[in-house]
């Protein structure tokens, strides 16, 4: 008679939707307080916000996720950022230039945010230790698994 194979695979250790949103909402800070008060080290912020997210993403294995994080962190950020404008530069002035920014910088801004946070995650996922393979189990028909 013929058996068959059940194969055991490993699944991904934790959720990352509470991360995800803490780390959103410091860039969103992060983002406003470059518009409100700009300053030459908003890189270096955004970088400094954005190292954990990745390194935390790189160990729980769910690189994957920094495709969705720029999308999560325009959804908490875009009201924000355009009042921020509307502060800075005047209510109707300031409305243009925050629906601009909003949607059309945030391509360069979330394009920016995989780039760093995807080799990030990378680099945390290279050193946290590649794939954990798990032996295959046989087990032949009437067989119970244990």
Excluded: C, N, Q
Aim: proline share 5%; aromatic share 10%.
């Amino acid at each position: 008679m013929a058996g068959f194979v059940v194969r055991l695979g490993e699944r991904t250790r934790a959720g990352v939707s509470g991360p995800l949103v803490l780390w959103a909402i410091a860039m969103a800070v992060v983002l406003v307080a470059g518009v409100v008060a700009p300053t030459p080290y908003e890189v270096v912020y955004g970088a400094l916000v954005s190292t954990p997210l990745g390194i935390y993403l790189g160990a729980r294995r769910r690189v994957g996720t920094v495709l969705v994080a720029p999308l999560v962190s325009w959804l908490v950020a875009a009201g924000p950022l355009v009042v921020a404008w509307m502060v800075h530069a005047g209510v109707v002035k300031g409305f243009l230039l925050g629906v601009l920014y909003v949607s059309v910088g945030w391509v360069g801004v979330g394009l920016s945010e995989v780039v760093f946070v995807g080799f990030v995650a990378l680099g945390a996922r290279a050193v946290a230790g590649g794939r954990r393979d798990r032996a295959v189990a046989y087990f032949e028909p009437g067989e119970r698994p244990r």
